[in-house]
């Protein structure tokens, strides 16, 4: 019978192994990273086994569909997550950058150099591809990751986890760089937020309900990665064919991600050909609009919105509507209901643009653009931890460069300080 090791024994396992990790040198990194591809993908019919296992619990249980897709996997999502090994690969060694080296007036030569975490833990939930991308990016950024998914993907998180330490360990490595917590209780998640000693840092991934509990129980440091109640302001000088399928694009290619917008804020000014299109695409997705006063008797099929629905992350086919006199108003409304995920605006307006850019304090800001592109691919950082909305440390997608510390490295020639 396999002996499941505790939250602390895994926390003593990935330590120690991450001293070996950090000695490997960028190619021997690389190495253990095409190992891990060629281990996914011949393992990739256990882990849809697996995932079918999910994916069948997950209906009974009548998950949301936007979470059963986040939970599915297929031949062409796998090919997808190979393919994002070989970014990462691609990709510059975060580790032994020296960032800057200077003398002090004492002589000293004082550097800062880049070097690993250590032990990276991450908690995240029905999204079992978090389990390879977080391996991949906290290997190649030289530290060991523990990893907790949700009861919700558990069969597809463990049967991936088995490939990648597979790969690590037919590359000639310890497999144990790699660790993943197959118990799903709430105990072994606030365990690992407060394992402190043994994680360096932690990462949560998922509902509002998961970010507040690690920020409000943690005893480990924490990138907070946010909630996405994300705005899309269509200002009246705008090209109104472009912003639906802007609006198309950001609420339905994927509704249950963080990057999907859930608050549309419009001009009053707004033509009736933009309401004409927009309702197509309401009718064609049949999306329930939570509309206020002003824009209830504008869309087909609408609901008065609460202030509750002004900040609500619907992940579904769902939005919120705020009508706004100016981008003044569409900023006010923004910074009061807004995560800090992603906002944009869509107009041809430059200087209302530039204001909005200038005013709006989230993490990343568009002009003319589906706020679906805050990813880590998207912006060339291959695959990411997820999108920090704080602003120490780590703010937007969480790639490589995130993943890694410093230290003052200092060369002397006898200097002593009187």
């Known amino acids: 019978m396999e002996h499941i090791l505790s939250v602390k024994e895994l926390g003593q396992v990935a330590k120690g192994s991450s001293h070996k990790l950090k000695k490997l040198n960028t190619s021997e990194k690389n190495k253990m990273l095409a190992s891990i591809k060629n281990s996914l993908l011949n393992e990739s019919e256990n882990i849809l086994k697996a995932n079918e296992k999910d994916i069948k619990k997950g209906r009974e249980n009548n998950m949301p569909e936007g979470l ?27 580790v032994g950058k020296v960032l800057s080296m200077e003398e002090n007036s004492a002589g000293l030569l004082i550097g800062k150099k880049t070097v ?14 978090v389990t390879l991308d977080a391996s991949i990016l906290a290997l190649k950024a030289s530290s060991a990751i523990i990893l907790r998914g949700g009861k919700e993907s558990i069969n597809s998180n463990i049967a991936i986890a088995d490939a990648i330490r597979l790969g690590i360990k037919n590359a000639g490595y310890n497999e144990n760089f790699v660790q993943i917590v197959k118990n799903t ?46 705005h899309i302001y269509v200002d009246e000088d705008c090209d109104v064919e472009k912003a639906v399928k802007i609006i198309e694009n950001a609420k339905t290619q994927r509704i249950g991600v963080c990057n999907a917008v859930e608050s549309l804020v419009l001009n009053e000014n707004l033509s009736d050909e933009f309401f004409d299109l927009l309702n197509e695409v309401v009718e064609k997705y049949d999306i329930k609009v939570h509309a206020d006063d002003a824009s209830i008797s504008k869309f087909k099929n609408s609901v008065s919105a609460t202030e509750d629905d002004f900040s609500r992350e619907y992940l579904d086919y769902e939005f919120s509507v705020k009508t706004v006199k100016d981008v003044d108003e569409a900023i006010e409304h923004i910074t009061k209901y807004s995560t800090g995920h992603s906002e944009s605006i869509l107009t041809n307006s430059y200087e209302r643009a530039m204001k909005f850019l200038e005013e709006v ?21 291959g695959a990411e931890l997820g999108i920090s909305t704080q602003k120490l440390h780590a703010r937007g997608p969480v790639g490589l460069e995130e993943l890694v510390s410093y230290k003052y490295i200092i060369f002397g020639h006898g200097e002593f300080r009187s």
């Open 68 to 94: 059963i897709d986040r939970l599915l996997l297929n031949d062409k999502r796998i090919e997808s997550m190979a393919k994002s090994i070989d970014e990462v690969i691609d990709f510059k060694d975060p």
């Open 116 to 129: 690993p975490m250590g032990v990276i833990a991450i908690i995240y939930e029905a999204r079992p591809n």
């Open 185 to 230: 209780s709430r105990e072994s998640a606030k365990e690992l937020m407060q394992l402190k000693g043994y994680v360096d840092l932690l990462l949560p991934r998922g509902s509002e309900s998961l970010i507040n509990s690690v920020v409000e129980n943690a005893k480990v440091p924490v990138i907070e990665t946010g909630v996405g109640n994300c």
């Open 361 to 381: 304090d989230s993490a990343c800001v568009y002009v003319n653009a589906s706020t679906r592109f805050t990813d880590g691919g998207e912006f060339g950082k």
